[in-house]
């Protein structure tokens, strides 16, 4: 009954009385040893919409470092598309990665020794 009053506002709510354990030597190891971890080296940087204008030179920065770009570029206005586009091409061109367009606005950057297939099947009468 007196959850349905606390649900109503009529009745102030209880306050919930929670008590606390002590860590093990374990837990507290294994806190230490996620925060004290390396995070994992990135090989793939998704980047949508202005995001993508507003860090066109970091994204310029991974592809040259090895990294594949997927940027979907739906939603942002044509000319600054085309410029961040544009600039890619060029980084892509001088450090011989790829370029290419997935679907309207959705692009693929591979970067140097990186390829990629596209799998069609194939139209049968």
């Known amino acids: 009954m007196r959850k349905i009053l606390e649900f109503l506002g ?3 709510p209880e306050e919930e009385v929670v008590e606390e354990r002590e860590a093990t030597e374990e837990e507290l190891a294994r806190r230490r040893d996620l925060l004290e971890r390396p995070p994992l080296p990135t090989s793939l940087v998704i980047c949508r919409g202005m995001t993508a204008v507003r860090f ?7 592809l040259r470092g090895g990294k594949m770009l ?3 570029l ?4 044509r000319e600054s598309g085309q410029q961040l586009l544009d600039f890619l091409h060029g980084e892509a061109t001088s450090a011989r990665a ?3 367009r997935l679907a309207p606005g959705l692009f693929l950057a591979l970067p140097n020794g990186v390829n990629a297939e596209e799998w069609e099947e194939e139209d049968r009468p």
């Open 70 to 72: 997927i940027l979907d």
């Open 98 to 100: 790829a370029l290419q």
């Open 56 to 62: 066109g030179k970091e994204l310029a920065e991974a």
């Open 74 to 77: 739906r939603g942002v206005d």
């Open 10 to 12: 009529i009745a102030e």
